[in-house]
């Protein structure tokens, strides 16, 4: 049974269920002196007076704004509609942000649900330290595209749970390339294979419907990996297994080749044309016995970060 009831119970409604806490909690947790408008010391704002000089609207409550909370439940009625299927956020946001929202739509909207599933994420850290603008520790994705091949920032990101905090590192993303030059290593050896449909990898799939459990699909493929570096004789049923269970999770879905050829943005280095042509000399030096040609070549493209495999079917090579 997937575990997610858990968030089905959440949300749905009995939205007071979000954050988990009791009335008298919230109450006895509020420092601050009741202001003189509220009815209830769990009132929250929806319109808020503005002073002159404020940004202000004409409202039958008097000149005034929406309050913060205002914001979702307008926008999501105006996109989403009265009721819609999935509200991500930060877990920092379940109270009082996403209560107040569940609080005002439901009331808005003659008390129908307004969200069927919350999935709540855990805090992003960067390089062991909380993420902000102010500190200007962040990376753009476009700026981590320079350094590292796209598909490892994804495995990256997918090998913590949404739940979990995430320490987002350059290290990480460095693991998550080996781990992936693991992958397409293991593929190159293998040629054609038949991919089977997706129903057939039940051991990555029911995981990511068991609240999106990406460690656990993560691992299944590292299991089959495993298999496939072993079994020769069934290589290609892992592969196939592999590029099936991958593409569940957008993982593993390149030509091997391809993979291997990536090179980090703004460097100066071989491009792919001279690369060939350098290898297809060497092999014509090496048909004529001239060895001390065919190393050298060899040695050139090793000192610039071009690393040659030779295998029954011709020379590869893949970027350091
Ligand atoms: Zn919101």
């Known amino acids: 049974m997937p575990a997610y009831h858990h968030h089905k ?21 509020a420092r601050v002196e009741v202001a ?6 769990a009132d929250f704002v929806l319109w808020k007076p503005s002073q002159d000089g ?3 609207w004409d409202s039958p409550w ?58 709540h994420n855990g805090h992003l850290m960067v390089e062991g330290e909380k993420m902000s603008k102010s500190l ?10 320079d350094e590292f091949p796209g598909e490892a920032i994804r495995l990256a990101l997918l090998k913590t749970h949404y739940r979990q ?14 781990e992936l030059d693991g992958f397409y290593a293991a593929f190159r050896k293998v040629k054609d294979v038949q991919v089977p449909s997706l129903k057939t990898v039940p051991e990555v799939q029911m995981p990511l419907e068991d609240d999106l459990n990406t460690p656990q699909a993560l691992a299944r493929l590292h299991k089959s990996l495993g298999a496939l570096n072993k079994e020769d004789y069934k290589a290609d049923i892992h592969k196939g297994y592999l590029l099936a269970g991958g593409e569940l999770l957008g993982l593993l879905q390149q030509d091997p080749e391809h993979w291997f050829k990536w090179r980090p943005g703004g ?11 350098l290898i297809s000399e060497r092999g014509e030096a090496r048909a004529a016995k001239d060895f001390k040609r065919a190393d050298e070549i060899r040695d050139g ?20």
């Open 267 to 277: 460097t100066e280095t071989l491009d792919e044309k001279s690369i060939e042509a």
């Open 165 to 178: 905090p995430l320490d987002f590192t350059k290290d990480g993303l460095l693991e998550a390339k080996r």
């Open 62 to 119: 008097g000149r005034g704004r929406p309050g913060w909370h205002l914001e979702c439940s307008a926008m999501s009625k105006e996109y989403l509609g009265e009721t819609f299927d999935i509200h991500c956020g930060g877990q920092d946001l379940i109270f009082p942000h996403h209560e107040n929202e569940i609080a005002q739509s439901t009331c808005a909207h003659g008390g129908k649900e307004f969200v069927r599933l919350w999935m």
């Open 301 to 320: 493209l090793e000192g610039q970060g071009i690393l040659l495999e030779d295998g029954p079917e011709g020379s590869t090579w893949k970027r350091a």
């Open 136 to 145: 200007g520790n962040y990376y753009t994705v476009h700026d981590l595209l």
């Open 9 to 29: 119970l959440l949300g749905g409604e009995d939205g007071r269920r979000l954050a988990n806490r009791d009335r008298g909690e919230k109450i006895a947790g």
């Open 54 to 56: 404020q940004p202000g």
């Open 36 to 41: 003189p408008y509220k009815k209830d010391p």
